[in-house]
């Protein structure tokens, strides 16, 4: 059986089990009529999608309860009577059978009960009986409604039963028994929690595990208390959905008190806990926890250790050429008959052999250029004799990445990670799906054939659903790092979404400042370059910013190299004006650009005037997004305004905003741009993925601080380089 949360659309019998704290009002005397109607609308939604329901409902003592009371002051009855369960339960079950008949019966769809008791599960007669009134009553197209009878049962130890799982002591086991018997696809337990928590939510530390894997998450769960309404607590909840997933029913607990819970469970959204023994299916948060288990482990090889993985991974690249571009062009060819990709995403999906080329010439530079980023000893002191203290660098341990349509990201921050020895999750985009899977197989391949210390685990792991995102920011105690590689609103979505510090840049507004002073042969080509050379990448050139007292002639120059090239030009409000644009016939035709703040990605870019090198900084500053910024010019004095007062992560004089890359700058390769200011800045290589740790050493004896505290001793603090 296949449990993952995309199958749960395809169940044809489902078992919802609807408990005391979702129906009953909070006073718990009597029942919560819109809660009712809700959990009805939806049941009546999916069997309009061709399925059948069985309900196992609680209700019927809260009912009950209220009606004696009411039948207790009808008839003037003053002395104390102890209203007992089982009595609540007579009172009640004619009261929730007309409930549910009538709301039901507004859309249509009739009901029947269905009463039972422990021993009608110990006969194989009577569970014949009941299975074949259950089907019967489905085919009908009619919703049973099952529940104990409660006048006549006797709470029993839990034994097996004929039907090949245990006996029941309240709803939730009731439900599985049925979920069983009825040999359902699916059964939902509805309750007032949003699923299984590692201890009872609202505890400090609490956290929802999204998909429960028995074997292992068992011992993970706090059992603390029990629903303040119904008979069951979350362990029973737990026992009932293993014996249902014992018997071939998938399971999902979820918050029955949340709006369209039902409906979201079936079309497979990541809502409540999701029962499943298959490993691959748990969760991702076991991934993240081998990951983290292998990343300590990666974390004391020693550079040639990790340099020979960087080699395998190349030679693996190498030799896997032909199916990495076959998988390659089966997402290029989809996407491009979708045609919902721009021409700039479009472009980063597309692997080409000289792309490959390229990524395997970074990984062996990475390996072979790149000085190891671990143990470097950053400060050693002596604190005082015999006691010394040292600064050192360490792997931050577990990185998430989450980028778009960028299947060569894979190559890059995988080698990075071996390099600094972290361990990475990645969630690329679903439109590289193919190119993901197969460059996650071959470096994963490698890694476990280059070392025999990483054999059979798990150092890069990939994750593929987007719904893994939001479990994925949850994980602050497992993940140290996000960076978010894709649109300015997911980067923005990432960081409001996440207590885990997030690196990255949100956009890429590079600009190239042509100075009154500039060398026009090398403003043309550093121009055409910065933004032909790969228009879609985050440091090509999107606004040109040109000097006002520049000759209109070089001006013009710069057009005409920019439209032959095959740019589309946009006029900031300053040269769209008419006595500014009458100089230009080339931009007679151009439009306003949308805004100053314009991140094309492509063929495309922003022309603006400026009065002078103050005014070009105040623009960068007004409408850059801190990326990379050039100037071009002869003058070295506004060369070094430009590159000291410009507040960008790359700042360049007489070269090509497309120089802003890990690669080029010689840090092998890159996990991307930064333009934050912590905890690293610009293209961030091995060095950004490292944080440091404190290790003192008392070399002889032992060190306490209370003789320093009472001066008897001092300390040195002797610097050594």
């Given at each position: 059986?296949?449990t ?14 609807i ?13 919560s009529?819109s ?9 009546f939604?999916i069997?309009?999608r ?15 309860r ?12 003053s002395?104390?009577v ?6 609540c ?8 059978m ?21 021993p009608?599960f ?5 569970v014949s ?10 085919e009908?197209?009619?919703i049973?409604?099952?529940?104990e ?8 130890d ?12 309240d ?7 049925i ?7 699916l ?6 929690v949003?699923g ?10 609490s ?6 894997h ?8 706090n059992f ?13 909840k ?5 014996q ?8 999902v607990?979820?918050?029955g ?5 039902i ?7 990541r809502?409540?806990?999701l ?17 983290r ?6 974390s004391?090889?020693?550079g040639?250790?990790?340099n ?11 030799a896997?050429?032909?199916k990495i ?12 008959q979708l045609?919902?990709?721009s021409?700039?995403?479009l472009?980063r ?9 390229s990524?395997?010439?970074g990984?062996r530079?990475v390996a072979?250029f790149q ?9 050693n002191?002596?604190?005082a004799p015999?006691?010394?203290l040292k600064h050192?660098?360490v ?6 990445i989450?980028?778009?349509s ?7 921050i ?16 679903s439109?590289?799906?193919n190119?993901?899977?197969i ?25 593929e659903?987007r719904?893994?995102?939001s ?7 497992l993940?140290d ?5 894709g ?16 690196m ?8 190239v ?21 790969y228009p ?6 999107e606004t040109?910013?040109?000097h006002?007292?520049l000759?209109v ?15 589309t ?5 300053k ?10 016939p ?8 949308p805004?100053?703040k314009?991140?094309?990605?492509d063929?495309?870019c922003?022309i ?8 070009a ?6 409408h850059?997004s801190?990326?990379t910024d050039a100037?071009?010019?002869?003058d070295?004095?506004n060369?070094?305004?430009?590159m ?7 700042v360049?004089?007489?070269a ?10 010689g840090?092998g390769?890159e996990?991307?741009?930064s ?5 690293a800045?610009?293209?961030v290589g ?10 003192l ?9 209370a003789?320093?505290s009472?001066g008897?001793?001092e300390f ?6």
């Amino acid at each position: 059986m296949e449990t993952t949360r995309a199958t749960l659309k395809n169940s044809k019998r489902i078992v919802i089990k609807i408990g005391s704290a979702i129906i009953a009002r909070e006073d718990q005397n009597g029942i919560s009529l819109s809660r009712i109607g809700s959990i009805v609308e939806q049941i009546f939604e999916i069997k309009q999608r061709g399925m059948q329901v069985i309900i196992v409902s609680s209700g019927a003592v809260a009912i009950g309860r209220h009606k004696l009371t009411e039948f207790k002051k009808m008839n003037g009855v003053s002395k104390q009577v102890d209203i007992d369960k089982r009595s609540c339960a007579a009172a009640g079950q004619s009261g929730l059978m007309s409930l549910y008949e009538t709301m039901f019966g507004y859309f249509g769809i009739g009901t029947s009960q269905v009463l039972v008791t422990g021993p009608d599960f110990k006969d194989n007669e009577r569970v014949s009986q009941l299975r074949n009134t259950l089907d019967v009553l489905l085919e009908c197209g009619a919703i049973p409604i099952v529940n104990e009878n409660d006048v006549v049962s006797v709470k029993q130890d839990m034994i097996d039963t004929a039907s090949g799982i245990r006996s029941f002591n309240d709803n939730d086991g009731l439900a599985a028994l049925i979920s069983s018997v009825a040999a359902a696809d699916l059964m939902i337990l509805l309750s007032d929690v949003d699923g299984v928590c590692t201890s009872p939510p609202g505890t400090q530390g609490s956290q929802l595990i999204q998909t429960f894997h028995p074997v292992t998450d068992m011992k993970r769960v706090n059992f603390e208390g029990r629903s303040k309404v119904g008979t069951g607590g979350m362990g029973s909840k737990i026992l009932a959905a293993i014996q249902a997933l014992d018997h071939g029913s998938k399971v999902v607990i979820a918050n029955g008190l949340r709006g369209h819970t039902i409906v979201n469970v079936i079309d497979g959204k990541r809502i409540g806990t999701l029962f499943s023994y298959k490993k691959d299916d748990a969760q991702v948060r076991d991934m993240a926890i081998e990951i983290r288990s292998s990343s300590r482990i990666l974390s004391t090889f020693n550079g040639d250790r990790r340099n020979k993985i960087l080699h395998r991974i190349a030679e693996g690249l190498d030799a896997n050429r032909e199916k990495i571009l076959e998988e390659n062009s089966k997402d290029v060819q989809r996407e491009r008959q979708l045609q919902k990709l721009s021409s700039s995403s479009l472009a980063r999906l597309i692997l080409t052999s000289e792309k490959l080329d390229s990524l395997i010439v970074g990984v062996r530079s990475v390996a072979d250029f790149q000085e190891d980023p671990m143990g470097k000893i950053l400060k050693n002191t002596e604190l005082a004799p015999n006691l010394n203290l040292k600064h050192v660098t360490v792997p931050l341990g577990v990185l998430l990445i989450i980028f778009e349509s960028r299947p060569d990201a894979i190559v890059q921050i995988a080698s990075l990670a071996i390099k600094s020895g972290n361990g990475v999750l990645l969630k690329g985009g679903s439109e590289a799906a193919n190119s993901n899977r197969i460059l996650h197989k071959v470096i994963s391949d490698a890694i476990s054939v280059a070392d025999e210390g990483m054999k059979d685990r798990t150092i890069i792991g990939l994750v593929e659903s987007r719904d893994d995102i939001s479990e994925l920011l949850a994980m602050d105690d497992l993940i140290d790092l996000v960076i978010p590689r894709g649109s300015g609103n997911f980067v923005r979505y990432v960081q409001q979404n996440t207590k885990i510090p997030v690196m990255g840049h949100s956009e890429g507004i590079c600009h190239v400042f042509v100075d009154v002073n500039a060398d026009m042969s090398k403003a043309c080509q550093v121009v055409v370059d910065s933004k032909v050379e790969y228009p879609a990448a985050c440091n090509a050139m999107e606004t040109l910013l040109v000097h006002k007292d520049l000759q209109v002639e070089k001006i013009r120059e710069l057009l005409k190299f920019l439209q032959n090239s095959g740019v589309t030009i946009f006029c900031g409000p300053k040269i769209f004006q008419d006595e500014n644009r009458r100089n230009f016939p080339e931009l007679s035709e151009s439009k306003l650009a949308p805004t100053l703040k314009m991140e094309y990605g492509d063929l495309r870019c922003t022309i603006e005037m400026v009065d002078s090198i103050d005014d070009a900084i105040a623009h960068v500053h007004a409408h850059g997004s801190g990326h990379t910024d050039a100037i071009v010019t002869e003058d070295l004095k506004n060369a070094n305004r430009w590159m000291t007062e410009v507040d960008s992560a790359c700042v360049f004089h007489n070269a090509s905003t497309r120089f802003a890359d890990g690669f080029r700058f010689g840090l092998g390769a890159e996990v991307g741009i930064s333009t934050g200011r912590i905890h690293a800045r610009g293209p961030v290589g091995v060095e950004g993925l490292m944080t440091s740790k404190w290790i003192l050493n008392s070399e002889l004896g032992i060190h306490t601080v209370a003789p320093y505290s009472k001066g008897e001793k001092e300390f040195t603090h002797v610097h050594h380089i």
